[in-house]
């Protein structure tokens, strides 16, 4: 994965990151900001710079592991099935469907603010359905 499909993937999930550059330096790679701090950063010499788009979604899946459950969910779908053959990916559906409320607010520009209720009722639920998948 190189630097752009990292940070925009990032970027969808919201999880903030950031490169800067010194001649002669290298480049820093991190995840998270200025403002609620670096969570983690890394230099990478100029010619190890291919590699700054896995190492910021490797780190990503580490901090915050809830942006990626989706991949988590779909790479074991078929492995995780419960009695009634629901997959998690149908139970987590599920929680969503009936505890979340989701309101699209347009801001006046054009773009709309998405709003969501409850989630912190629905990211507890899931984190506890989390360790039935396997590492």
């Known amino acids: 994965m190189n630097i ?31 403002f609620n ?16 788009g896995a190492w910021m979604i490797s780190e990503a899946k580490k901090i915050y592991p ?12 078929d492995q995780q099935k419960n009695t009634q053959g629901d997959t998690l990916i149908d139970k987590i559906s599920s929680i969503i469907e009936n505890k979340l409320e989701i309101r ?9 603010d998405t709003w969501i209720e409850n989630s912190i009722e629905v990211a507890e ?4 359905i989390l360790p039935q998948i396997p590492q």
């Open 4 to 34: 752009e499909q990292a940070m925009f993937r990032l970027y969808e999930s919201e999880i903030n990151c950031g490169i800067a550059s010194f001649w002669d330096g290298g480049v820093t790679a991190w995840i998270g900001d200025e």
């Open 37 to 52: 701090g670096r969570k983690v950063e890394q230099n990478f010499d100029p010619e190890n710079i291919n590699k700054i």
């Open 66 to 77: 809830l942006a990626f459950s989706d991949d988590l969910l779909i790479k074991y779908e």
């Open 125 to 128: 639920i899931i984190v506890s």
């Open 104 to 112: 699209r607010v347009n801001d006046g520009d054009g773009r709309y």
